[in-house]
C-alpha cells in the first residue's frame, strides 16, 4: 500500500493553520502542484487532502457508510440544528425521506411561480442602478435569492422579518467560520463581544421561526409553501412526523444551505459574463422565448443557459470542498486512510484539475454541451456532491440560477469597475473578499 506524501505548508508547523487560514485556495493549489492529486497535511490536526476523482467516487458513494461528515460540519449546529446538512445515521435517512417531497417535480413547478414573481420584481428595481455607479451585486444576488428561500419556505413573511433572519444567518455564519479557522481567536470573543451577539442573534432567530410554526397549527386553510409541507410530512413506514425541533432545524437548513450557494453562484457568473460578450449574446438569442422571465416549460427549452450555469459551477463551486471522517481503516486506490482520519475533498480543484479538464480555467459553456457531457467522467464534475447525501435541493438550485440568469441577461449589460479588486475568500461558500461591483447598463 503506498504511502500519501506529505504536504509541508511551511518550515514550522505552528506557522501552518496560520498560512492556510490566511489563503486557503492558493494552499491547496501549491499542495496539488507539489505533491499530486492527493496528499496529507498538519494543520491543528493532520487532513488527507484530494481533488482525485477516484477519492471522491470512493468515499461518498462506494464506501460511504465507512465515513461520516467531518467535525467541520459540526460548527454548524448551534445554526442548522440536525437538519439533513449536520445530521447522520438512521436519523437523516428518515428526515431525508420526509424532506424529499418538497423537491418533487410537481411541488418545484408551484415554486417557480413564486420565483418568477419575486425574479420580475427584482428586474423593476434594478433599473434604478441603471448608468449609474458601480453596484455590489454579490449583495443584489444576496437580497434575491433570500428573497425567494424565505418566500417559498413561510409565505406571507413581511420585510422586516426577511431582513432580520437574512442578516443574522450571515452573522453566524461568519462567527463560525472565524471559530473553526482560527480558533486561537476564541478567547477573544468572549472578551470582544462577537460570542454575545451570535447568542443573542441566535435567541432572536429561533424565536422568529417558532413563532412561524406554532401559528401554522392554528391555521385552517394551509399556506402552499415549504414549511407547510414539512409540517405535513408523514413517514410512509413508521406514521411519524416531524417535532417542531425538526421542522425548525429542517426550514432553517433549507434556508442557510439555499439562498446563499446560488446567490454566490450567480455572483461570480455575472462577472465571467461581463467579459464575455459573445456568452451574453447567445444567452439573449434563446431568451427570446419569453418577455420578462421565462414560464417553467420555457425554462426547459434554454440549454445553452443552463450550460452557462454548470459552467459557473465547475469554475466557481459555491460548495467548494467537502470533508469526511473515516470510521474504519479504509483503502483508496492502494492508499491508506486510517480510522478517524479527516479526508478533505477539494470540490474547487476537481473542477479545475488539468488532468481531467481541457483548459480547466478557462470559462466554456461547450463543456457543459450534450456530447460532452455523455463522453465526461461521473466523477469529474460535483457542484452538489453525489452519493446518498447528493443535495436534496440540486434540481430547486439549477432552476432558479437558470431563471434569474436567462431574465437578468434579457434585460441589462454588465460592466467591471476597474477600480474594484475582485478576490476569491471560501468562507463556508466560496464568497468573494469585498463584494462584486458591476455597472449596468
Same mark, same amino acid.
Given at each position: 500500500?503506498?504511502?500519501?506524501?506529505?504536504?509541508?505548508?511551511?518550515?514550522?508547523?505552528?506557522?501552518?493553520?496560520?498560512?492556510?487560514?490566511?489563503?486557503?485556495?492558493?494552499?491547496?493549489?501549491?499542495?496539488?502542484?507539489?505533491?499530486?492529486?492527493?496528499?496529507?497535511?498538519?494543520?491543528?490536526?493532520?487532513?488527507?487532502?484530494?481533488?482525485?476523482?477516484?477519492?471522491?467516487?470512493?468515499?461518498?458513494?462506494?464506501?460511504?457508510?465507512?465515513?461520516?461528515?467531518?467535525?467541520?460540519?459540526?460548527?454548524?449546529?448551534?445554526?442548522?440544528?440536525?437538519?439533513?446538512?449536520?445530521?447522520?445515521?438512521?436519523?437523516?435517512?428518515?428526515?431525508?425521506?420526509?424532506?424529499?417531497?418538497?423537491?418533487?417535480?410537481?411541488?418545484?413547478?408551484?415554486?417557480?411561480?413564486?420565483?418568477?414573481?419575486?425574479?420580475?420584481?427584482?428586474?423593476?428595481?434594478?433599473?434604478?442602478?441603471?448608468?449609474?455607479?458601480?453596484?455590489?451585486?454579490?449583495?443584489?444576488?444576496?437580497?434575491?435569492?433570500?428573497?425567494?428561500? =424565505?418566500?417559498? +419556505?413561510?409565505?406571507? $413573511?413581511?420585510? *422586516?422579518?426577511?431582513? #432580520?433572519?437574512?442578516? &443574522?444567518?450571515? @452573522?453566524?455564519?461568519?462567527?463560525?467560520?472565524?471559530?473553526?479557522?482560527?480558533?486561537?481567536?476564541?478567547?477573544?470573543?468572549?472578551?470582544?463581544?462577537?460570542?454575545?451577539?451570535?447568542?443573542?442573534?441566535?435567541?432572536?432567530?429561533?424565536?422568529?421561526?417558532?413563532?412561524?410554526?406554532?401559528?401554522?397549527?392554528?391555521?385552517?386553510?394551509?399556506?402552499?409553501?415549504? =414549511?407547510?409541507? +414539512?409540517?405535513?410530512? $408523514?413517514?410512509? *413506514?413508521?406514521?411519524? #412526523?416531524?417535532?417542531? &425541533?425538526?421542522? @425548525?432545524?429542517?426550514?432553517?437548513?433549507?434556508?442557510?444551505?439555499?439562498?446563499?450557494?446560488?446567490?454566490?453562484?450567480?455572483?461570480?457568473?455575472?462577472?465571467?459574463?461581463?467579459?464575455?460578450?459573445?456568452?451574453?449574446?447567445?444567452?439573449?438569442?434563446?431568451?427570446?422565448?419569453?418577455?420578462?422571465?421565462?414560464?417553467?416549460?420555457?425554462?426547459?427549452?434554454?440549454?445553452?443557459?443552463?450550460?452557462?450555469?454548470?459552467?459557473?459551477?465547475?469554475?466557481?463551486?459555491?460548495?467548494?470542498?467537502?470533508?469526511?471522517?473515516?470510521?474504519?481503516?479504509?483503502?483508496?486506490?492502494?492508499?491508506?486512510?486510517?480510522?478517524?482520519?479527516?479526508?478533505?475533498?477539494?470540490?474547487?480543484?476537481?473542477?479545475?484539475?488539468?488532468?481531467?479538464?481541457?483548459?480547466?480555467?478557462?470559462?466554456?459553456?461547450?463543456?457543459?454541451?450534450?456530447?460532452?457531457?455523455?463522453?465526461?467522467?461521473?466523477?469529474?464534475?460535483?457542484?452538489?456532491?453525489?452519493?446518498?447525501?447528493?443535495?436534496?435541493?440540486?434540481?430547486?438550485?439549477?432552476?432558479?440560477?437558470?431563471?434569474?440568469?436567462?431574465?437578468?441577461?434579457?434585460?441589462?449589460?454588465?460592466?467591471?469597475?476597474?477600480?474594484?479588486?475582485?478576490?476569491?475568500?471560501?468562507?463556508?461558500?466560496?464568497?468573494?473578499?469585498?463584494?462584486?461591483?458591476?455597472?449596468?447598463?
Amino acid at each position: 500500500m503506498s504511502e500519501i506524501p506529505l504536504f509541508k505548508i511551511a518550515k514550522f508547523d505552528i506557522q501552518a493553520p496560520f498560512i492556510f487560514a490566511k489563503d486557503p485556495l492558493l494552499a491547496l493549489r501549491t499542495g496539488f502542484d507539489t505533491c499530486g492529486d492527493t496528499f496529507r497535511i498538519k494543520l491543528f490536526r493532520e487532513f488527507i487532502v484530494s481533488r482525485d476523482p477516484a477519492f471522491f467516487r470512493h468515499i461518498l458513494v462506494s464506501n460511504n457508510k465507512n465515513y461520516k461528515k467531518g467535525s467541520s460540519s459540526k460548527m454548524l449546529n448551534p445554526v442548522l440544528g440536525n437538519g439533513l446538512v449536520t445530521s447522520e445515521g438512521e436519523f437523516w435517512l428518515r428526515q431525508r425521506r420526509l424532506v424529499q417531497p418538497a423537491f418533487h417535480r410537481e411541488r418545484l413547478q408551484e415554486l417557480f411561480v413564486t420565483m418568477g414573481q419575486i425574479t420580475s420584481d427584482f428586474l423593476d428595481e434594478m433599473e434604478a442602478f441603471k448608468g449609474k455607479g458601480a453596484v455590489d451585486i454579490d449583495a443584489k444576488m444576496m437580497g434575491i435569492t433570500a428573497d425567494i428561500a =424565505l418566500k417559498t +419556505l413561510f409565505g406571507n $413573511i413581511s420585510n *422586516e422579518d426577511k431582513m #432580520q433572519i437574512f442578516h &443574522q444567518v450571515n @452573522r453566524t455564519q461568519r462567527y463560525l467560520v472565524t471559530r473553526v479557522r482560527r480558533p486561537y481567536r476564541i478567547p477573544l470573543m468572549y472578551v470582544n463581544g462577537e460570542r454575545t451577539r451570535f447568542k443573542t442573534d441566535l435567541a432572536y432567530f429561533n424565536k422568529l421561526v417558532f413563532e412561524f410554526i406554532h401559528e401554522r397549527h392554528g391555521v385552517k386553510e394551509k399556506p402552499n409553501d415549504l =414549511l407547510q409541507l +414539512l409540517l405535513d410530512s $408523514i413517514d410512509e *413506514e413508521t406514521g411519524a #412526523q416531524m417535532n417542531d &425541533q425538526q421542522i @425548525r432545524d429542517e426550514a432553517i437548513t433549507m434556508f442557510a444551505a439555499g439562498h446563499e450557494t446560488s446567490a454566490t453562484g450567480l455572483s461570480w457568473l455575472l462577472l465571467e459574463l461581463a467579459k464575455q460578450p459573445e456568452i451574453v449574446t447567445k444567452i439573449r438569442e434563446e431568451a427570446k422565448i419569453f418577455d420578462t422571465v421565462p414560464g417553467f416549460e420555457q425554462l426547459m427549452k434554454l440549454p445553452y443557459t443552463r450550460q452557462v450555469v454548470e459552467e459557473g459551477l465547475r469554475l466557481f463551486p459555491p460548495a467548494w470542498t467537502m470533508t469526511r471522517e473515516a470510521l474504519e481503516d479504509d483503502d483508496v486506490e492502494g492508499q491508506l486512510i486510517p480510522k478517524g482520519t479527516s479526508v478533505f475533498m477539494s470540490v474547487y480543484e476537481l473542477h479545475r484539475n488539468p488532468n481531467i479538464w481541457k483548459n480547466p480555467l478557462v470559462f466554456n459553456p461547450e463543456n457543459f454541451s450534450a456530447e460532452n457531457v455523455k463522453n465526461r467522467a461521473k466523477y469529474n464534475y460535483l457542484p452538489f456532491g453525489a452519493g446518498p447525501r447528493l443535495c436534496i435541493g440540486q434540481q430547486f438550485a439549477m432552476m432558479e440560477m437558470q431563471l434569474i440568469l436567462a431574465s437578468i441577461v434579457k434585460r441589462f449589460d454588465f460592466e467591471i469597475d476597474p477600480k474594484h479588486k475582485v478576490g476569491i475568500h471560501p468562507q463556508i461558500v466560496l464568497k468573494s473578499t469585498n463584494g462584486i461591483k458591476l455597472f449596468i447598463k
